[in-house]
């Protein structure tokens, strides 16, 4: 094989299989029809042909496979010409089954949230050891400045999805990865256009529990009940599970020294190993962080000596990044797409600013969301928030008026970025933090929110 085609390039999965195929030295072209930053970004500086839309002539005739994407279905015009063509096509997770996984040491973080996090400490911390791991994660690591990379050590760390896998393979991404090491992050109830219920979901995970080989280690956040139902169902692999609580059946626990989890000590099995200082918020951060050492440790890596790394970690790009301050005014852009990661997040926030103004701008993007699968938990998980604007789409099929008036805080909905942006204007004040919120484009709304306020 020496060139493909990848539908959906501009994904953040399929972006990180562009970057690996280049890696490989093939040849490789792509199509998509929503391309913002950062994977933009990160597929011109590859130099990766990009096409905007789905036209069937896109699709170069000396290309050897076609990569599609999750977001594509049959009806798309490129789907069905690769398919009336009798061409050879793949998904995303089985060209890296294929192609990157064989012959390495796998680990897969799965989790309704705080995979990306997760998966980027994870390979930070590897890399501390001087392991020189292999990665695909969503969304590009500022420590690496690239969602993906081969690396040239045995082990390789993937952000394992329960999304499906393609339109002709139904299955979650993560069943493709038979990986050694998998974290259970957390379970909650999402993507609402493919899982009728939290069970259909918990099923999925018990796939992927069974690929885990006896050798290998299931790393499990302990305070989850789901994923207690989850091992239930039938586990053969040694079981870890992590935690805040210091209870003793847990084998990795932490104890905070801040409420906003930025100062935590690391415990394992009733011995601590030493004290983290890191710029992450929150306590979700934290268990992420207790996730990532317990499967470094599974692989034999010396957790208390590459503690101190921590300090330097800079996560992803659109996980709480400061966009950039004005007039005391700073702003951040985070990819939200769950209640759950929503309260978290502003909690982390609130316990670091202290009585300082949160405002919150907040795109319901998710499939989820957007079905409305979350509605009645919006309002609750902004209750840090002091000032909310909703972006109220046209094409959003519920109405957000009882979202907004059910807000603790001052709530106000838009119809478009240009007036959330005017809106941020008139209400922000010298010492606000100010928060988007979308898991899309946004409309370039963070930046462009900086520059007003700037002009």
Same mark, same amino acid.
């Given at each position: 094989?020496?060139?493909?085609?990848?539908?959906?390039?501009?994904?953040?999965?399929?972006?990180?299989?562009?970057?690996?195929?280049?890696?490989?030295?093939?040849?490789?072209?792509?199509?998509?029809?929503?391309?913002?930053?950062?994977?933009?970004?990160?597929?011109?500086?590859?130099?990766?042909?990009?096409?905007?839309?789905?036209?069937?002539?896109?699709?170069?005739?000396?290309?050897?496979?076609?990569?599609?994407?999750?977001?594509?279905?049959?009806?798309?015009?490129?789907?069905?010409?690769?398919?009336?063509?009798?061409?050879?096509?793949?998904?995303?997770?089985?060209?890296?089954?294929?192609?990157?996984?064989?012959?390495?040491?796998?680990?897969?973080?799965?989790?309704?949230?705080?995979?990306?996090?997760?998966?980027?400490?994870?390979?930070?911390?590897?890399?501390?050891?001087?392991?020189?791991?292999?990665?695909?994660?969503?969304?590009?690591?500022?420590?690496?400045?690239?969602?993906?990379?081969?690396?040239?050590?045995?082990?390789?760390?993937?952000?394992?999805?329960?999304?499906?896998?393609?339109?002709?393979?139904?299955?979650?991404?993560?069943?493709?990865?038979?990986?050694?090491?998998?974290?259970?992050?957390?379970?909650?109830?999402?993507?609402?256009?493919?899982?009728?219920?939290?069970?259909?979901?918990?099923?999925?995970?018990?796939?992927?529990?069974?690929?885990?080989?006896?050798?290998?280690?299931?790393?499990?956040?302990?305070?989850?009940?789901?994923?207690?139902?989850?091992?239930?169902?039938?586990?053969?692999?040694?079981?870890?599970?992590?935690?805040?609580?210091?209870?003793?059946?847990?084998?990795?626990?932490?104890?905070?020294?801040?409420?906003?989890?930025?100062?935590?000590?690391?415990?394992?099995?009733?011995?601590?190993?030493?004290?983290?200082?890191?710029?992450?918020?929150?306590?979700?951060?934290?268990?992420?962080?207790?996730? %990532?050492?317990?499967?470094?440790?599974? +692989? @034999? $890596?010396?957790? *208390?000596?590459? #503690?101190? &790394?921590?300090?330097?970690? =800079?996560?992803?790009?659109?996980?709480?990044?400061?966009?950039?301050?004005?007039?005391?005014?700073?702003?951040?852009?985070?990819?939200?797409?769950?209640?759950?990661?929503?309260?978290?997040?502003?909690?982390?926030?609130?316990?670091?600013?202290?009585?300082?103004?949160?405002?919150?701008?907040?795109?319901?993007?998710?499939?989820?969301?957007?079905?409305?699968?979350?509605?009645?938990?919006?309002?609750?998980?902004?209750?840090?928030?002091?000032?909310?604007?909703?972006?109220?789409?046209?094409?959003?099929?519920?109405?957000?008026?009882?979202?907004? %008036?059910?807000?603790?805080?001052?709530? +106000? @909905? $838009?119809?478009? *970025?240009?007036? #959330?942006? &005017?809106?941020?204007?008139? =209400?922000?004040?010298?010492?606000?933090?100010?928060?988007?919120?979308?898991?899309?484009?946004?409309?370039?709304?963070?930046?462009?929110?900086?520059?007003?306020?700037?002009?």
């Amino acid at each position: 094989m020496n060139k493909i085609h990848i539908l959906g390039i501009a994904g953040t999965f399929m972006g990180g299989v562009a970057a690996l195929a280049r890696e490989l030295g093939l040849g490789v072209e792509g199509s998509d029809q929503a391309v913002y930053p950062p994977m933009s970004t990160q597929l011109e500086r590859l130099g990766i042909a990009l096409q905007q839309g789905y036209a069937p002539d896109n699709i170069a005739p000396d290309c050897d496979q076609v990569v599609v994407g999750n977001a594509l279905s049959r009806g798309n015009p490129a789907v069905e010409q690769v398919l009336d063509a009798g061409r050879a096509y793949t998904s995303g997770a089985q060209w890296l089954a294929e192609n990157v996984l064989p012959g390495r040491d796998t680990l897969a973080v799965a989790g309704t949230h705080g995979k990306t996090t997760t998966t980027t400490i994870l390979t930070f911390l590897l890399q501390a050891a001087g392991r020189e791991p292999g990665f695909l994660v969503g969304g590009v690591a500022e420590d690496f400045g690239v969602s993906a990379r081969l690396g040239r050590g045995r082990e390789f760390v993937v952000e394992a999805d329960e999304y499906d896998t393609a339109f002709f393979d139904k299955r979650s991404k993560f069943v493709h990865y038979r990986p050694l090491v998998a974290i259970l992050n957390n379970l909650e109830y999402d993507h609402a256009d493919i899982f009728p219920d939290v069970a259909a979901i918990q099923r999925q995970f018990h796939h992927l529990v069974r690929t885990v080989p006896r050798r290998g280690r299931l790393i499990v956040n302990g305070e989850d009940e789901r994923l207690a139902e989850v091992l239930a169902m039938g586990c053969w692999t040694p079981v870890e599970r992590f935690g805040l609580d210091g209870r003793d059946d847990y084998e990795w626990t932490a104890r905070l020294r801040n409420d906003d989890g930025s100062a935590f000590v690391v415990v394992h099995q009733g011995r601590e190993l030493g004290e983290v200082r890191w710029p992450l918020l929150g306590r979700h951060n934290v268990m992420n962080a207790l996730a %990532a050492l317990a499967a470094a440790h599974a +692989v @034999g $890596v010396d957790v *208390a000596g590459v #503690l101190p &790394a921590l300090a330097s970690f =800079r996560s992803v790009k659109r996980r709480m990044e400061v966009v950039g301050e004005h007039d005391g005014i700073t702003v951040y852009d985070d990819f939200a797409h769950h209640p759950t990661a929503i309260a978290t997040t502003l909690a982390g926030l609130r316990a670091k600013v202290g009585a300082a103004r949160i405002v919150v701008a907040m795109e319901p993007r998710s499939n989820s969301m957007r079905l409305g699968a979350h509605a009645d938990a919006l309002a609750p998980s902004l209750a840090h928030a002091d000032v909310v604007v909703f972006l109220q789409r046209p094409e959003l099929a519920w109405d957000a008026g009882q979202v907004i %008036a059910a807000l603790d805080g001052e709530g +106000v @909905g $838009v119809a478009d *970025a240009d007036t #959330l942006i &005017a809106q941020l204007c008139q =209400r922000v004040r010298a010492g606000d933090h100010v928060v988007f919120m979308s898991n899309g484009g946004f409309d370039g709304a963070p930046r462009r929110f900086l520059t007003a306020l700037q002009a």
